[in-house]
Antibody
């Protein structure tokens, strides 16, 4: 079965940076779009970013544009999210997800990594 | 950008039918997807492209579309179905996504 394992979360001060990683296995990583979705404590899901199979095109929610960068390394079966200029409102569990090959939806999710932005 | 609107909560007794709605103008042209999220767990896709059930999802889960409103129906609700449910859609390119605010399903 598809496996997605996030890492890199933690406590960071406002204005700081953090890089999340997602290790993918048990599927052909280079054939799928990938996505980051976040969930603030006690709140709903919020889509953050998508990246195409070869990394050539990237898409972001307006609230993170210019601060976050999604990337991938298909040779390492890994997805990344570089987060800069972090704000308190970025505090959330960040999920890595595989985008279904035939639909604009996430068919497999990791267990998430918690990012806390606080002084 | 656009919005998807869900009721905050729905309550049903075991064995009854639960219906959770999701409304948004974009749903006339774009597919909707539904996720189930149990406490402390990652979401699970339960309905794709308005009405399709992914492999492994019980038959009691179904979806429908009537223009600007899509509905997730859970027939014969079981205690294990108590969870948060989210609808999701995308723009015409499929690249930009939006989630509804989520609906907490309580099984009485």
């Amino acid at each position: 079965e598809v496996q997605l394992v996030e890492s890199g979360g933690g406590l960071v001060q406002p204005g700081g940076s953090l890089r999340l990683s997602c290790a993918a296995s048990r599927f052909t990583f280079s054939s799928y779009w990938m996505s980051w979705v976040r969930q603030a404590p006690g709140k709903g899901l919020e889509w953050v970013a998508n990246i195409e199979e070869d990394g050539s095109e990237k898409y972001y929610v307006d609230s993170v544009k210019g601060r976050f960068t999604i990337s991938r390394d298909n040779a390492k079966n890994s997805l990344y999210l570089q987060m800069n200029s972090l704000r308190a409102e970025d505090t959330a569990v960040y999920y890595c997800a595989r985008v279904s090959g035939a639909a604009a939806a996430a068919d497999y999710w990791g267990q998430g990594t918690l990012v806390t932005v606080s002084s | 950008s656009y919005e998807l609107t869900q009721p905050p909560s729905v309550s049903v007794s075991p064995g009854q039918t639960a219906r959770i709605t999701c409304s948004g103008d974009a749903l006339v042209k774009q597919y909707a997807y539904w996720y189930q999220q149990e406490p402390g767990q990652a979401p699970v896709l339960v309905i794709k492209r308005d009405t399709e059930r992914p492999l492994g999802i019980p038959e009691r889960f179904s979806g429908s579309n009537s223009g600007t409103t899509v509905t997730l129906t859970i027939s014969g609700v079981q205690a294990e179905d108590e969870a948060d449910y989210y609808c999701q859609s995308a723009d015409s390119s499929g690249a930009y996504w939006v989630f509804g605010g989520g609906t907490k399903l309580t099984v009485l």
